[in-house]
């Protein structure tokens, strides 16, 4: 099953969006304002989404989510990470601090430290708040507000992120920022950041068995990889979390649900 925003999504995406995703790194909105809007679009996935209410699951992701967001400069707002009930492997940022995993990611990676690398990836595309900027990016070509009729203030920030879509592809270059930012949000929260390149490879080599959802809005290359693994190696050594004695049971109960 692969649940998504129904809303006026699909009209926005046929204007280009993605393609919009390249210009400027401007971002028309104020932190507080992408915070706000998070409240109402929180609400609002929690009707949208099979939102899992198993307490382990959730406390489990919570936890390494939270020490993760710790690290990063926006730290002081609240984070909140939810589990999915979806088989589709993949793991999205909502603006306004929100993180959502699927159970078909956690049943698929291999340790705690890639499933932290999946997390810590989004929470840094959290950070650098590619969402707001993106939307920016395509308010200066006018598509978003003008073309579907939105509304303004928070309403109008939250309608227009919902129409965006979490299944928006993210740019190369955010991709590249959000590995960059996660590697270090991994090693200062004390996990081996070489589970993010572990995840990525291995996701990679189940891409060739066709459709690991992530990279459908996460865009994978070669040189993605190498320059991951290159960015953990200056972590070796020091001693860093690569599993934990958990996520075998929060694996299994993963693939329960
Ligand atoms: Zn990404």
Same mark, same amino acid.
């Given at each position: 099953?692969?649940?998504?925003?129904?809303?006026?999504?699909?009209?926005?995406?046929?204007?280009?969006?993605?393609?919009?995703?390249?210009?400027?790194?401007?971002?028309?909105?104020?932190?507080? &304002? &992408?915070?706000?809007?998070?409240?109402?679009?929180?609400?609002?996935?929690?009707?949208?989404?099979?939102?899992?209410?198993?307490?382990?699951?959730?406390?489990?992701?919570?936890?390494?989510?939270?020490?993760?967001?710790?690290?990063?400069?926006?730290?002081?707002?609240?984070?909140?990470?939810?589990?999915?009930?979806?088989?589709?492997?993949?793991?999205?940022?909502?603006?306004?601090?929100?993180?959502?995993?699927?159970?078909?990611?956690?049943?698929?990676?291999?340790?705690?430290? &890639?499933?932290?690398?999946?997390?810590?990836?989004?929470?840094?595309?959290?950070?650098?708040?590619?969402?707001?900027?993106?939307?920016?990016?395509?308010?200066?070509?006018?598509?978003?507000?003008?073309?579907?009729?939105?509304?303004?203030?928070? &309403?109008?920030?939250?309608?227009?992120?919902?129409?965006?879509?979490?299944?928006?592809?993210?740019?190369?270059?955010?991709?590249?920022?959000?590995?960059?930012?996660?590697?270090?949000?991994?090693?200062?929260?004390?996990?081996?950041?070489?589970?993010?390149?572990?995840?990525?490879?291995?996701?990679?080599?189940?891409?060739?068995?066709?459709?690991?959802?992530?990279?459908?809005?996460?865009?994978?290359?070669?040189?993605?990889?190498?320059?991951?693994?290159?960015?953990?190696?200056?972590?070796?050594?020091?001693?860093?979390?690569?599993?934990?004695?958990?996520?075998?049971?929060?694996?299994?109960?993963?693939?329960?649900?």
């Amino acid at each position: 099953m692969t649940y998504a925003f129904r809303t006026a999504a699909l009209a926005v995406l046929a204007l280009g969006l993605a393609s919009c995703a390249t210009l400027g790194g401007a971002n028309y909105y104020s932190v507080d &304002e &992408e915070w706000q809007a998070g409240r109402q679009l929180e609400d609002q996935l929690a009707q949208q989404l099979p939102l899992t209410n198993d307490r382990t699951l959730t406390n489990y992701v919570n936890s390494i989510g939270q020490a993760m967001a710790r690290q990063t400069q926006l730290g002081n707002r609240p984070w909140r990470f939810y589990v999915v009930r979806d088989d589709a492997i993949n793991a999205f940022n909502v603006p306004g601090g929100l993180v959502y995993i699927n159970t078909g990611l956690i049943e698929n990676v291999g340790s705690a430290g &890639e499933l932290a690398g999946a997390i810590a990836h989004e929470v840094a595309h959290g950070v650098a708040r590619h969402g707001t900027q993106r939307l920016s990016a395509a308010q200066e070509v006018n598509a978003v507000a003008g073309a579907v009729g939105l509304g303004s203030g928070v &309403e109008g920030i939250a309608a227009q992120i919902a129409a965006q879509g979490a299944f928006a592809s993210f740019s190369r270059r955010d991709e590249r920022e959000a590995d960059q930012l996660g590697v270090q949000i991994m090693a200062n929260a004390g996990y081996d950041p070489d589970g993010l390149a572990d995840l990525l490879e291995r996701l990679a080599s189940q891409e060739r068995g066709g459709g690991v959802a992530f990279f459908r809005s996460h865009p994978l290359s070669s040189e993605r990889m190498q320059s991951v693994r290159q960015m953990a190696r200056r972590y070796d050594g020091r001693g860093l979390r690569t599993d934990d004695s958990q996520f075998a049971s929060v694996r299994r109960r993963a693939a329960q649900l």
